[in-house]
T-cell receptor, first 114, second 110 residues
Framework: ETGVTQTPRHLVMGMTNKKSLKCEQH?????MYWYKQSAKKPLELMFV???????ENNSVPSRFSPECPNSSHLFLHLHTLQPEDSALYLC?????????????FGQGTRLTVV | KNEVEQSPQNLTAQEGEFITINCSYS?????LHWLQQHPGGGIVSLFM???GKKKHGRLIATINIQEKHSSLHITASHPRDSAVYIC????????????FGKGTRLSVIA
């Protein structure tokens, strides 16, 4: 148990579906992150929420829509995805500024778009 | 060219061997991370360092700021060490995104 829980662990969805990924942290952290890990590519930061406010989104396509209702929960809403969006989506949290850059990662959701 | 380069990309070792994974970066940093990603996808932070050397069990991480280089060493390797090891750096404080290397896939054979 890492303290950061992601659900579901695996998801297969069609290009016309709408689904959501969920992340929950039990560490009392004040910042949460969504990362995308595609095959043979470095991890890419998608979104950062600090104190429930989005601070960075790195030009992610609008078919990915994050939501952070409180400091413990983070969602990634997905709609009309493309097959190239198939990847491992990782959530992480940290306590800023005290922890600097030390992030705790969830187990990830492996997404397949068909 | 990625700002963070790791070598080797793949590494196979016999149980008990001493392992070194290297990370070079091309930007000024304030911290460097070593992460371990297990086959199921979960990622664990191993070290965060900005100078010198850190040790945890059989793992040792070193960094040379002047040479912009870090190494992760595993002593007395074991099959359970098989994972992808990822180097990441950050150039500023706060929530600036980490820049990740592509990872080194390590397989330790009994």
């Amino acid at each position: 148990e890492t303290g950061v829980t992601q659900t579901p662990r695996h998801l297969v969805m069609g290009m016309t579906n709408k689904k959501s990924l969920k992340c929950e942290q039990h560490l009392g952290h004040n910042a949460m992150y969504w990362y995308k890990q595609s095959a043979k590519k470095p991890l890419e930061l998608m979104f950062v929420y600090s104190l429930e406010e989005r601070v960075e989104n790195n030009s992610v396509p609008s078919r990915f829509s994050p939501e952070c209702p409180n400091s413990s929960h983070l969602f990634l809403h997905l709609h009309t995805l493309q097959p190239e969006d198939s990847a491992l989506y990782l959530c992480a949290s940290s306590q800023e500024p005290q922890n600097g850059f030390l992030r705790v990662f969830g187990q990830g959701t492996r997404l397949t778009v068909v | 060219k990625n700002e963070v380069e790791q070598s080797p990309q793949n590494l196979t070792a016999q149980e008990g061997e001493f392992i070194t994974i290297n990370c070079s970066y091309s930007v000024g940093i304030s911290a460097l991370h070593w992460l371990q990603q297990h086959p199921g996808g979960g990622i664990v932070s191993l070290f965060m360092l900005s100078s010198g050397k850190k040790k945890h069990g059989r793992l040792i991480a070193t960094i040379n700021i002047q040479e912009k280089h870090s190494s992760l060493h595993i002593t007395a390797s074991h099959p359970r060490d098989s994972a992808v090891y990822i180097c990441a750096v950050s150039t500023n404080s706060g929530n600036t995104p980490l820049v990740f290397g592509k990872g080194t896939r390590l397989s330790v054979i009994a």
